[in-house]
């Protein structure tokens, strides 16, 4: 026998019974959430007109060096609550997609926790859940180059060629070297979060003046000799791509416009100056205009 509850509406009192407020509320998940099985050929076309019909975002971040099942065992806690602070803020202020996504790097809501947790690192699994004017996309690391597929597909298109895309490396494993290589060969900017550990502090340490690579990392994963090298022998060539950031000591929001800012420039350089003020009077980054953006503008 069904449960009901009794409410009051603009019509009276009604009965409602557990079951449709389960029901709504599923609703009101899927109206904000998207989930697509990449197994099914059908679905793997809806996620691409999904997103194509989308309004497109203002920034992409794509999330590299995390495994989703180790971001909420191995990512300290002091920094993690200030990377959802600052990412909650500008995704509540801005059109962006958040790639890679994982439920605990936003506040959301119980249930749709629940909802989310048993897909979230199922490698056939993609969801779309909108945050703000954002979305944050959740997928298995086996999904990538499927999503590189739908950007590049976005990417060329004459309406949102000069979408600026930036990445944060998280921690870093085996494949990050590799991520890393692929993203400065297209001239991809990246944010390098020193704090979380593991490779991500120890490639931190190359872009940093006065900085010891094995400082602080002799119980975390270490580069390769070979890994190493590659990184010192490209050093050079691709600082102006790399950007360190260790939320807490650094904005971590302005390091992010930084890079955007960088990213613009690349794509986009004929209207680089009044994009990048935009972005900058968006998040109230005023000093950062002025400094970086307004006084290069007069001279």
Known sequence: MSEYISMQNGL??????????????????????RKFNLTDTNEKE?????????SLPNVIIKIIGIKNEK??????????????????????????WLLNGTREMLDLE????????NDEDNPNIVICKSFGKS????YHSSAYQFIDIILSRIQQQPTSSHIP???????????????????ISKRIPTIILKGTGMIANQIAALYEPMSNIYDETSNEQILSEKDLHRLINMNENTRTLMFVCQPGKDELDESIL?????????????RARIRKLSFAMRWNKINYAQIYILI???L
Do not use: P
Not at 46 to 54: A, G, R, S, V
């Open 71 to 96: 971001f909420r065992h191995t990512f300290r806690a002091s920094i993690q609550k200030i990377f959802k602070q600052i990412m909650c803020n500008l995704m509540e202020q801005t059109n962006i």
């Open 165 to 183: 895309i930036i990445n944060l490396l998280i921690q870093g494993d085996d494949l990050t070297i590799e991520n890393m290589i692929e993203n």
């Open 296 to 298: 290069i503008i007069q």
């Open 110 to 117: 119980e249930n749709e926790r629940e909802l989310i947790e």
């Open 46 to 54: 809806d996620l691409i007109q999904f997103l194509l019909q989308e």
């Open 12 to 33: 009276g009192q009604a009965n409602i019974s557990t079951l449709t407020l389960l029901a709504n509320s599923l609703n009101e998940f899927i109206h904000n959430s």
């Open 258 to 270: 930084r890079a955007i800012s960088t990213a613009i420039q690349i794509i986009d350089k004929d």
């Open 135 to 138: 979305q944050i996309i959740m």
